[in-house]
């Protein structure tokens, strides 16, 4: 499964939930984030050492105890700091071999191994990974072959990503046939009806009201966009009266006003402050195409540059996480409403 969509559209929120529902099912379940320099075969080693460490007592079978083997391999291939046996005394069992080094084959191994004792159980194996855009091509190649062999040999597996827009573009240029391995979903903005419910469920449960016009005005205010949804909805809260038991239009009016200052100060402007005076510039001159995406060839006309010239600091940006291409020559902001940002603050940069 794919979950791309972007900034703050509720991605990490699902996959949490989807991790927690695995978990209440018995499932083996790896929950981890990529990025900041880690590598998959790290990131996969810390992910599943707790659900495995609950399979690992003494009365454990033959098929757990063969895969705790092959994932102490695994994990020995990453750091080989003591030899870490969970406890078991596994000498004499089959399993192991998944620290070849070549990482298509060692993850493919622990996945297979860890597969069988989690169908023996009657449960499955959930490999969740966040931010799966920061994975490398090799990573993400990896995860897709090891997606094919799961399919292929029937394995009780599911590989969850989520990531930004990029992400389903990255994943068919690792692998051609990764449309069809993957179930892909976009989370975006809710629908009118949803971000109404969002809103006044909530309220109701701790007995207080949202007027209709109030309602409306914060839906139109955050594009239904969850994170803004949240914050819009909580300097509206706490703008109304204590013990009013409603929130009428102009606590969402004036809630609003400091939300989007808070917003302004903390939410956008981090972002807008990890690019360079060069980059700036870049994002500038997306920001006058809106929240839509811009044409690369369009941005450097505009800027007075050759497009090759500005390769570095559209790659930058993407690297940053705060642009992605929807396509080819083309760019967009990752962060909904960033384009009204920029646009908003030109006259103080
Ligand atoms: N199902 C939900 N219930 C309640 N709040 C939600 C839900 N989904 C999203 N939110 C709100 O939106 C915020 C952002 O959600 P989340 O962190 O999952 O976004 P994201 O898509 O992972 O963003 P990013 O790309 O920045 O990681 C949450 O902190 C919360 O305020
Ligand atoms: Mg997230």
Redesign the pocket.
Known sequence: MV?Y?????????????LQAAAEDVGWIVGYTEAGAGKSLRSMISDALQSSLADLARPSAGAQIRKALKTFVSFKTSVSSEGVWTFGLDLDADAGGGADSGALEFDVSTVVRDICAAASGQGVGLALLI??AQDLTREELTVLCSTAHLATQRNLPLLIAL???PSLPVQLAEAKSYAERLFAFHQ?RELAHHDARD?IVEPAVEQGVVWDGDAVTHLIDATGG???F???YGQAAWNWAPDGAGRICYDDARLGGLLALRDLDSGFFRVRWERATPKERDYLQAMAIDGDGGSSSGEVAKRLGKKLTSLGPARASLIAK?LIYAPEHGRVAF??PRMADFINRQARDF
């Open positions: 979950l969509g972007l900034r703050g559209v509720g991605k990490t929120v699902l996959l949490v939930d966040d931010e989520a990531g930004l989370v969002a966009y969850p994170y949804l949240q914050e996480g990752t962060v």
